[in-house]
């Protein structure tokens, strides 16, 4: 099962754009979903996650700007970004965390389902 993110886009500092992510076949399991950003020449780091019955996780660079939440209904998970940043470029990846993985929610290797990821620029 691959995930999709969707919503990506130019964006200039300060503006806004929202994420979605969608798992096409699939509903999603009670764990979280993470969204993860890769930018040119950097590793992939967490940004958020939501968790099943709304618990939220954030990095601290995106604390006070992004929001995640999910609609189990409609299955899709959403990062909604404002006052977005040149820092924040990178390509978006969304991601769901599997139980039997240990690690925490921020640790990249607990998730599975990386799709293709969407491309988020902010232009100074």
């Known amino acids: 099962v691959q995930l999709q993110a969707y919503g990506g886009g130019l964006v200039q500092a300060g503006g806004s754009l929202r994420l979605s992510c969608v798992a096409s076949?699939?509903?999603?399991?009670?764990?979280?979903v993470g969204w993860f950003r890769q930018a040119p020449g950097k590793e992939r780091e967490f940004v958020a996650a939501?968790?099943?019955?709304?618990?939220?996780y954030y990095a601290d660079s995106v604390k006070g700007r992004f929001t995640v939440f999910r609609d189990n209904a409609k299955n899709t998970v959403y990062l909604h970004m404002n006052s977005l940043q040149p820092e924040d470029t990178g390509v978006y990846f969304c991601?769901?965390?599997?139980?039997?993985?240990?690690?925490?929610?921020?640790?990249?290797?607990?998730?599975?389902?990386w799709g293709q990821g969407t491309l988020v620029t902010v232009s100074s």
């Open positions: 991601a769901e965390r599997v139980l039997s993985k240990s690690g925490t929610v921020y640790n990249s290797k607990t998730y599975d389902g």
């Open positions: 076949g699939h509903t999603f399991t009670s764990d979280a």
């Open positions: 939501a968790g099943w019955h709304g618990s939220a």
